[in-house]
């Protein structure tokens, strides 16, 4: 492995991301360290986070929290284009310990993200780490997007939910991609309740919406915001739709692009809001790994180069 490059390329899916804490643990006790992440979305704060080394105190955070953790980041804001404008999760990330900015990293970082005013693919390599991350977390008809160099950015998931051009760029040998998007078309659209699933009043107007939005994460989370009103919810569409829209792109993208191994933790049944899930979503990280392993350490040890 000797002077081979090995990059992570870290795929979007909300809260299917605390896998990717399962998968860096597994690979880095079995000795592939990485010496470049790339990350979309969630895969962009997990892998900040672990380029800066403070992957356990994530882990830590996202193991004790529950839907009144994650409800207490969620600061609404319908008049900046989003319903969460974030601001709480950039105070969340300064109490992580990154660094000021990306180049600071001890590992080189790179995040993707949209120019949501003409599409482009916006890599993130230098400057301000949080508002970078924060960026490409801004999942669109969720969150407000990110000014960043006069440019208003989104979700990078838009236009690469695993960037393994990214990491070829960054001049990577051996490429591990991590994708969160596998097997997700074809599940219900609506949950089926649950036994002490309590019925849940319609609301009066968007306002009683909109203030009842940081009570309900829990709700929202697990696909049942509005259950019972006859067809699926706000949450409900929004988030399918996302999931469709990037495993076409994933599909695409990886097709021209492969990475030279590749991670798909089973993760599908996994809202992309159920933050509170990550001791299932971390512990399918790491089988997913330690299932590839075998394969990943024969192509490093041959030096295998696609």
Known sequence: MTGTRVALALGGGAARGWAHIGVIEA???AGIKPDIICGTSIGALV???????????LRDWAMGADWRAVAAMVDINVLAGGLVDGARILDWLAGM??????????????????????????????????????????????FSPTRIDGRWLSD?????????????????????????????????LIAEPEPNDEP????????????????????????KWFAGLGGPGYFDVLTNSIDIMQ????????????????????VASFGLLEFHRAPEAIAE????????LPVIEQKLSGRYRL
């Not at 892998?47 to 105190?57: M, R």
């Not at 990280?285 to 590839?292: D, I, L, P, V, Y």
């Open 156 to 188: 990078g998931g838009l236009v690469n939910p695993i960037p393994v051009s990214l990491c070829r760029a960054m001049e990577a040998d051996f490429i591990i991609a991590v994708s969160l998007n596998g097997d997700l078309l074809g599940r219900p």
């Open 200 to 223: 849940r009043p319609k609301p009066e107007g968007v306002v009683d919406v909109i203030r009842s939005i940081p009570e309900s994460v829990q709700k929202m989370a697990s696909l």
């Open 27 to 29: 690979l880095i006790e």
């Open 47 to 57: 892998g900040a986070v672990h380029a800066s080394g403070q992957l356990d105190k």
């Open 247 to 266: 495993n076409h792109i994933t599909r695409s993208r990886l097709a021209g692009e492969p990475p030279h191994a590749m991670i798909a933790p089973r």
């Open 97 to 142: 310990g990154l660094p000021e900015n990306i180049e600071d990293l001890a590992i080189p970082f790179g995040a993707v993200a949209t120019d949501i005013s003409n599409g482009r693919e916006i890599w993130l390599r230098v400057g301000a780490l949080a508002p970078a991350i924060r960026a490409s977390i801004g999942m669109p008809g969720l």
């Open 285 to 292: 990280g790491r089988a997913a790994a330690e299932q590839m």
